[in-house]
């Protein structure tokens, strides 16, 4: 079976891709720590986007500044765009102070994405680690939404602690279904914590899966996705079954700013869902 | 071929500028020959040449009235067609909303007087970047596609041009409206002219010419031919990609990084680096935003910065990025060389770091490894 990252086709419609389109802020809902996921519909005058899973916009909030985020919404509702965000940086800090009908700049949507049509009859395992769910959502979607087109779904999940387990009632619900395998895991807990202690890839002992047969789609940190594909290649997956979901400084989105970079690749318009055999040679590397 | 007298280079802008274009060229300002708005032929660099090495660039007088008889200063035309600074729209506060106004670029008409083969193949890269990839940047396009170009055919080679290693000269063979080849025989100053557009061929008619002969065709020809032996340096290019792909983790990284000041210096001088960054701003009553785009480096920390810190933080890692860029990934992005070997970064880098002394510095470790490993054997 071979498997190959979505392209997605550009959007001719808008013909100035540097020109946010205008959203509004419909609903803030507060996650975990520092923390909050946003609901957009378009504001007046703007037309709603249709997107693939793994892809990511641009959010600009005004006078502040524009930073990539993965869209973190189902993509059957293009109408409600969902991202997720940390407060890390100005803008991402001056994100979680938005409030119902404030109004932002969105560029996009860019970038490649989960292997979807491809995985269809396959096994599909989903890792993800701390925030790397939100980019990973989408695919669980649209899996779930035409459940039956695959075969075994998994989904491993790694926090840092039980606080910082993100969509946690989501997740609860998606643990009670009969077709859908959900393993969490967190780096350190109190005694309070009746559930798993340790890394991701731990989680990955517990699952069988056919090599020739699964494709696994993995989001979190670098270091976690060292360490996640170093496994899944231990037990036998090859690196063109492998998904990763890369993050770079992006300052445009379109492949003009060269900020991106990771090898040959650039991560905005090859990316960010890559393919593990194209940057495998670069993975693990210092300061790529 | 044609033949113009160099007199007849006054009825060549005339011509241009009846067109409506806007003429730039050499110049001489601040002791070096840069690109900038030419009145006419009397602002070219008449009986200038330069003298360049590493970190050394010397504007010395000929011993003739050449006009285009020096290699390359330190600007090049992405400043015209891809510009340091450009804004690209700007915002008003209403409420909780505002409103965007796009910027209409302006429709730019330059016609570039005497481009040089190596930036015309800088500028083909451009355009592979700019517009014939997955999107459009309106800006270049706005400042290409009216583009005239006047391109001359070097006379004489500098003390850091590689481009024969590059095959990117040094004749011209695309990319141009009209290509000129300056020739100074004892009292005779003239150009021998190959027109590469319809376009071109019609400005030619408006200007005093006649058909070139066997014999000045000749002399054309022996001219590039002569500079193509003069190169200053020479970048061995054979399986370079997998060279440096291969060394990633060379020592040679940490040797250069122990000389390089990460200034940038080298990345505002070459022909085709494009890297830019944003900047949003706002005026003092907050309700007025405006996006520009300006030139960047990856040199900077800033340049790769993700939360929680830059991915590059050692010079070494941003000397490498640069330089497998320009050599190798940028073959697997654009398909071509990011390089067009016109010297500029060697000869404005302050401590002559020398992209070709750096390659072969690689090469020449591994040859020495694989004898030494040979010798091993043998022992």
């Known amino acids: 079976m071979v498997y190959t990252p979505e392209q997605q086709p550009v959007d001719t419609a808008f013909p100035d891709p540097m020109l946010p389109r ?13 923390t909050c996921t946003l609901a957009l519909v378009p504001d007046n005058g703007t037309t709603a986007f249709s997107f693939a899973p793994g892809q990511f916009t641009m959010l600009y909030v005004f006078g502040i500044g524009e930073i990539p985020i993965s869209i973190s919404g189902d993509p059957a509702q293009p109408h409600l765009l969902v991202h997720t965000v940390r407060a890390v940086g100005p803008v991402s ?16 949507p860019f970038g490649s994405s989960w292997p979807i049509e491809d995985a269809k009859g396959s096994d599909v395992i989903l890792v993800a680690g701390g ?27 790694g926090a840092r602690t039980p606080q910082d387990v993100l969509y946690a009632r989501e997740l609860a619900r998606w643990r009670g279904r009969f077709d859908l395998d ?43 996705m060292r360490f996640t594909t170093r496994e899944l290649q231990e037990r036998g997956l090859s690196a063109v079954h492998i998904f990763v979901s890369m993050e770079r400084n992006m300052k445009c989105a379109l492949g003009f700013c060269g900020h991106c970079q990771f090898g040959p690749t650039f991560v905005c318009k090859d990316g960010p869902v890559l393919r593990y055999d194209r940057i495998q040679s670069w993975f693990g590397k210092r300061e790529i | 071929m044609h033949v113009i007298e160099r007199d007849a280079l006054t009825a060549l802008f005339v011509a241009l500028r009846q067109r409506a274009f806007r003429l730039l060229g050499p110049t001489v300002r601040d002791g070096a020959i840069v690109y900038d708005e030419l009145a006419s032929p009397a602002d070219l660099p008449q009986g200038w040449t330069d003298t360049q090495d590493g970190g050394t660039y010397r504007l010395v007088r000929r011993n003739d009235a050449a006009l285009f008889g020096y290699a390359v200063g330190p600007h090049s035309w992405k400043q015209f067609l891809h510009p340091p600074t450009v804004r690209l729209w700007q915002a008003q506060r209403d409420g909780q909303s505002f ?17 040089r083969s190596c930036e015309l193949h800088a500028i ?31 006379g004489q080679a500098g003390g850091t041009c590689f481009c024969v290693s590059m095959h990117t000269g040094p004749k011209v063979t695309q990319g141009f409206d009209l290509a000129l080849t300056e020739l100074l025989t004892g009292e005779r100053h003239y150009f021998v002219v190959e027109t590469g557009t319809a376009r071109g061929a019609e400005v030619l008619q408006d200007i005093p ?58 990345t505002m001088v070459c022909p085709t680096c494009f890297c830019t960054t944003v900047t949003d701003t706002t005026d003092l009553t907050g309700a007025h935003a405006e996006r520009w785009r300006q030139w960047d480096s990856c040199f900077t920390t800033d340049f790769s910065y993700i939360h929680g810190g830059s991915v590059r933080t050692s010079a070494r890692s941003r000397y490498r990025h640069w330089l497998m ?12 060389s990011g390089c067009v070997g016109c010297g500029r970064c060697i000869t404005w880098c302050p401590v002559a770091i020398d992209i070709t002394a750096e390659v072969d510095a690689i090469r020449t470790s591994e040859h020495r490894a694989a004898a030494e490993g040979k010798n091993d054997a043998n022992a």
């Open chain 1, 182 to 224: 959900v393993y969490v895991t967190v780096d350190s807990a109190s005694t309070a914590w009746r559930g798993q202690v340790g890394v991701v890839t731990a989680l990955l002992a517990k699952i069988p899966f056919d090599p020739a047969n699964t494709v696994a789609l993995v989001c979190g940190p670098e270091v976690m």
């Open chain 1, 93 to 108: 800090q001056a994100l979680q102070q938005l409030k119902r009908g404030d109004v932002i700049g969105v560029r996009g």
């Open chain 1, 22 to 34: 205008l959203y509004r802020v419909e609903q803030v809902r507060r996650e975990i720590r520092a």
């Open chain 2, 99 to 115: 409103h965007i106004r796009a910027e209409q670029p302006e429709q730019a008409r330059f016609a570039f007087i005497g481009v």
């Open chain 2, 325 to 336: 860029h320009k050599l190798a990934t940028w073959i697997d992005q654009f398909g071509t």
């Open chain 2, 209 to 266: 010419h006649r058909a070139a002969t066997a014999a000045e065709e000749e002399a054309a020809a022996a001219v590039v031919a002569r500079t193509a032996t003069q190169m200053g340096r020479t970048l061995h290019t054979a399986g370079l990609q997998e060279l440096l792909y291969r060394n990633i983790e060379h020592p040679r990284w940490d040797e250069v990084a122990s000389r390089c000041l990460t200034c940038g210096n080298c």
């Open chain 1, 131 to 157: 925030l790397g769910l939100a980019p990973l959502r989408p695919a669980l979607y649209a899996l779930l939404s035409q459940r039956e087109q695959y075969g075994r779904l998994c989904l491993l999940y």
């Open chain 2, 124 to 154: 083909a890269i451009h355009d592979r970047i700019f517009l014939h990839d997955a999107y459009v940047d309106p800006v270049y396009r706005a400042r290409r596609e009216n583009l005239f170009i006047v391109a001359v055919n070097c």
